[in-house]
Each structure stands twice: as structure tokens, then as C-alpha cells.
């Protein structure tokens, strides 16, 4: 197939046609990246598999359909047993109310 | 056509009209490396400003899942290859000095989408940027089949009997897409009704509804393809930075007058977003203001990069990008900056660090930054972009956000980190 993708006819047997191609990459270097930006968020074990098991979190909950919950739960806990969680404190500071009755 | 300068280039360029800066510009950085798809920020825009009849297709803020998807479908690889065609093996960066700030990504040898439009010029139905028009069927569904439809895990046999969505491996990342405001716009190159303007005091890009006649070429001029148009008011609309926040005049949000983030950013879970104003000279360069958080990612230390900077159009949205992703795919979206990128992202050192922890840590538009310094913590181990690992060092520093009133609106204290107790020990003493 030649020619500028926009200009291609459709293909009735074919409506499932990607537009890009594959890129080579690695899946378990995602999920550990993943981990460990979490785990710089102040997100521990239990809160990141959470991220895991939800169906909401498309990206995460895809890596758990890939390599299975339990694998899942061993690699985030061997990912965080070297990284560590960093812990962040917000210091109190003047309330912000972004929604304020008007008059009050 | 006139000759601009485009710093992201590291050259001139031709475009349709004089050089004219604002006086401010809205900036914003996106940290790839956090998004999981949540799709929140897309629908605090969604409901936000696109929810009426006609805007059933539009959606301001999108996040596409790279490389298999697009919205839409096919924006990106479908200029790329209109400009390979314009100049076939020519699209190249050349020569690159990471300490020539004016300069920070080398120089562009290639044709931006300007000047392949200009070297067109004498065939018929010619533009002033290179473009196309995506059909109705591109727009329609955004993140159809960019990856496989998980519902949740089921054991095998239980799946219902739906239709079959292709497949292929899991493995991509997500990429958040709202107008860049460009300093040099396409859209705003290509307006018959010269209906669309940047504003000179935040460098927002808007389209004036009473002078658009709907002739869709913004549409088909923007490489982003972030103009949409709207078939029941038989106009153009596009993202406008919320702008009433951004000009914090609502007193019912910002009773203080300071800018407040836009809906897309505020929303963000992940903590991915940071938007800012950022201060332009005279002659269009960013005026250096080391201090300030966007200013200090993007141009300091070049941790955040512009999207497709060869279309031209020196856009304002800059992408910290994603750490698991090969280097050449990284590289023809955001440039030969990818790898310095990514190796100090990947291992912050404290400074770095510090400034990071303030995305998100409020809806103020920051305008300044400073860190206290404290003693060093720790030391943890991180996975560096070949896969191999690197000691990071943690400092228990503290940074300080300020707005546009230079008062303290956010403090983030980086403390020890703690271990998490090994699954195995889990349930002992």
C-alpha cells in the first residue's frame, strides 16, 4: 500500500485496521517505571495495586491482565522493596476554597 | 512570507505574518511518565465547555493512547508523511550544543509545515500552512481500539459474547493533548477572516466566534488539529485555557484576582499537570526567570520538550516524556533533547526533585519556586531508561510555591522514605 495514509480507501473487510504501526517495547519496564513513579508520590504497596486491580486505570489494569494478579503483586512489592516509597508533607497553609458561597 | 524567529528550531522561519510577541505566554508541562488513562481531565473539559448539541465530537482536552491511537485518528503520522512527501529524507536536526540556550534542541534542517505550504504555492487550492482536513470518521471516536477493551480480570470461557476488539501487546504510554497556543499558530496563519488571535497580555490563542465563517481552514492548518468545527453553529471552536480562571477576574473562585489553573489541569489524579505564564522578551525568547517552575523544567534544564517542534508553530505545551519508550519513536515527537531528557528525569538530583513535588500541590498559578535545603535522607535505587539501575539521593528539602501576588500558596517537604514490609513478613511482629 502506497500513497498518504489519509488518502487510502477504506477497507470493508478490514475495519480494524490499525493507523500506526507496532513499536518495539518492553512491558515489564512500564510496569516498573510506573511503580516507581507512584511510589515517588508517597503511594504505597496497597494504594498501587489498587491502580492495578481497578478497570479505570486502563494502563495499569492492562499490565495486571498481562502478567496475572499474583505476579503483579510480587514484581510492585520487588519494585518497591529497592526504590522505597518517598514520603511528601504539604504544610498547612491558608485554606483554599475554590467554591465559596457568594456573600459569606 | 516573513521571516520569524522559532527558538525550538534554533533558526528563522518563514510564516504569514510579521513577528509579534506577547507579553506573557501560557506555558504547560506534562509528565507522561504519571498518566494511567483516568481520562478525568478530558471530562472536566468535556462538561465543562464542549457538552452542547454539536460539540458531541469535540473534545479540547484528549489523552491518546501512543503509538497505536490518535485523535484524531491518525493526526500525527498523517502530517509526518505529507512532509516526508514535501521533502523526502530532508526532515532532519542537525547540529545540537546542549549549553546554547537560545538553541537548546539543535538546529532544524527540515521544512516546517510553512514552508513546504510556501514551496506549493503556484499549485491551486494552496494554503499558507500544510494540512489536511480529517474526515468525520477520524473524529468520531476517540480511543476507539487504541488498546485492548480490559473489563475486569475474568477467568477463561467467562468473556460475553461481544464482538471481538483486535489486540496487540501491552505495552504503550498516554499522551495528553490540549492547544498548544502556539507562539506562531497554524490556525491563525491559515484564517481567511483573520477571525483568530493571540492575545497580547497570556499569549491565548481564541477564535473571534462573530468573524468566523466556518470555512474550516484552521482546522485543516493546525498540525495538532486541535481547531474543531462545530456543524451546528457553522463555526470553529477550540480551547480557549479557560481563560476566566487564568485571568482569576471570577471573585467567586479567585476573590484575590491571582490566576487559578485550568479545568483540565486542577483535575489531573495523576499529578501530571503544571501550567504557568511565563515571561517573553522583546524578541519573542523566553526572559530568563530561573526561579520560575516552567521556566526552570523547560528551558534550565530541558526536562520538558515541545511536541512535534518541527511542524513549526514553536508550540507552548512541553512533555516530560515517558521513561520505558525507545529513543527513536521519543525522538521524531519531541525532538533530539529525548535523551538528556530522560537521564535526569529518570534520577532526579535534589533540585530537580524538589520542584517536581510541586505539581499539583495547588490551583494557583505558581510564578515562583524555592527550595529550603535540609540533610540528606536516604539513598534508594532507580531504574535508569536502559534498564539499568542508579543510586538516587534523597535530601529532605522543602519547596515553596508563590503566585502572581508573591504569596506562599504551596509547601512540599520531602521526608525519609519507608520501606514497605516484604509480602512474605506482612503479617509478622
Redesign the interface.
Known amino acids: 500500500m502506497s500513497g498518504n495514509p489519509k488518502d487510502r480507501p477504506a477497507e470493508a473487510e478490514d475495519p480494524f485496521q490499525m493507523f500506526a504501526g507496532g513499536v518495539a517495547g518492553d512491558s515489564a519496564l512500564m510496569l516498573d517505571c510506573l511503580v516507581e513513579e507512584y511510589s515517588r508520590m508517597g503511594y504505597g504497596a496497597d494504594e498501587i495495586l489498587e491502580l492495578f486491580e481497578s478497570p479505570e486505570f486502563l494502563a495499569t489494569h492492562a499490565l495486571r491482565g498481562l502478567f496475572g494478579a499474583e505476579a503483579t503483586r510480587d514484581r510492585v512489592h520487588a519494585v518497591l522493596s529497592r526504590c522505597r516509597v518517598l514520603r511528601v508533607r504539604t504544610s498547612a497553609l491558608p485554606p483554599e476554597n475554590p467554591f465559596p458561597c457568594r456573600g459569606s | 512570507m516573513p521571516e520569524v524567529y522559532n527558538w525550538q528550531l534554533g533558526r528563522s522561519m518563514s510564516y504569514p505574518y510579521e513577528e509579534s510577541h506577547s507579553d506573557r505566554q501560557f506555558a504547560f508541562v506534562f509528565n507522561i511518565?504519571?498518566?494511567?488513562?483516568?481520562q478525568t481531565c478530558s471530562m472536566a473539559c468535556k462538561s465543562t465547555w464542549t457538552w452542547s448539541r454539536g460539540q458531541e465530537s469535540m473534545w479540547w482536552n484528549n489523552v491518546e493512547?501512543?503509538?497505536?491511537?490518535?485523535y484524531p485518528?491518525?493526526w500525527d503520522?498523517?502530517l509526518l508523511?505529507?512532509l516526508e512527501?514535501a521533502n523526502p529524507g530532508g526532515q532532519k536536526w542537525g547540529y545540537q550544543d546542549d549549553k546554547e540556550r537560545e538553541w537548546p534542541y539543535g538546529s532544524f534542517e527540515g521544512m516546517t509545515i510553512f514552508e513546504a505550504a510556501e514551496r506549493r504555492r503556484l499549485e491551486p487550492q494552496s494554503s499558507r500552512a500544510l494540512g489536511?482536513l480529517?474526515?468525520d470518521?477520524e473524529w468520531r471516536a476517540p480511543n476507539m481500539?487504541e488498546?485492548?477493551a480490559?473489563?475486569?480480570?475474568q477467568r477463561e470461557g467467562d468473556r460475553p459474547g461481544t464482538a471481538q476488539?483486535?489486540e496487540?501487546?501491552?505495552?504503550?504510554?498516554?499522551l495528553q493533548r490540549i492547544c498548544n497556543h502556539c507562539t506562531y499558530p497554524g490556525c491563525l496563519s491559515a484564517c481567511p477572516r483573520r477571525a483568530i488571535y493571540k492575545r497580547k497580555e497570556d499569549g491565548v490563542v481564541l477564535i473571534d466566534q462573530s468573524r468566523c465563517r466556518g470555512y474550516r481552514k484552521c482546522v485543516e492548518a493546525c498540525p495538532y488539529k486541535k481547531a474543531m468545527y462545530r456543524p451546528t453553529t457553522r463555526t470553529s471552536e477550540k480551547c480557549i485555557a479557560c481563560y476566566p480562571r487564568l485571568e482569576g477576574r471570577d471573585d467567586?473562585?479567585t476573590?484575590d484576582g491571582t490566576p487559578?489553573e485550568t479545568r483540565c489541569m486542577s483535575a489531573c489524579v495523576g499529578?501530571i499537570r503544571m501550567q504557568g505564564l511565563v515571561k517573553i522578551s522583546e524578541d519573542g525568547t523566553w526572559a530568563r526567570e530561573p526561579e520560575h517552575p516552567l521556566y526552570y523544567l523547560i528551558r534550565e534544564r530541558n526536562v520538558a520538550l515541545p511536541l512535534y517542534p518541527q511542524f513549526g508553530t514553536e508550540p507552548n505545551g512541553f512533555y516530560i516524556p515517558?521513561?520505558?519508550?525507545?529513543r527513536p519513536?521519543l525522538e521524531q515527537m519531541f525532538g533530539p533533547g529525548v535523551k538528556d531528557a530522560i537521564e535526569q528525569y529518570a534520577c532526579p538530583d535534589r533540585e530537580l526533585l524538589a520542584v517536581?513535588?510541586l505539581f499539583r500541590?495547588?490551583?494557583?498559578v505558581l510564578f515562583r519556586f524555592e527550595i529550603e535545603e535540609g540533610p540528606k535522607v536516604?539513598e534508594?535505587?532507580?531504574?535508569m531508561p536502559d534498564?539499568k539501575?542508579k543510586t538516587q539521593e534523597?535530601f529532605n528539602d522543602?519547596a515553596r510555591g508563590f503566585d502572581a501576588n508573591g504569596k506562599?500558596?504551596?509547601?512540599?517537604?520531602?521526608?525519609?522514605?519507608?520501606?514497605?514490609r516484604?509480602?512474605e513478613h506482612l503479617n509478622s511482629i
Not at chain 2, 65 to 70: F, W
Request: with cysteine; glycine share 6%; hydrophobic share 30%.
Open positions: 511518565n504519571r498518566c494511567i488513562a483516568c493512547t501512543k503509538p497505536y491511537g490518535g485518528q491518525g503520522s498523517n508523511s505529507m512527501e489536511y480529517p474526515s470518521e481500539h488498546e485492548v480490559h473489563g475486569p480480570v476488539l483486535p496487540h501487546r501491552v505495552w504503550y504510554f498516554y467567586a473562585i476573590p487559578i499529578k515517558p521513561r520505558w519508550v525507545p519513536y517536581l513535588q500541590a495547588t490551583q494557583r536516604a534508594v535505587e532507580v531504574t534498564g539501575k534523597i522543602t506562599e500558596v504551596a509547601c512540599v517537604t520531602i521526608e525519609e522514605p519507608t520501606w514497605e516484604p509480602k
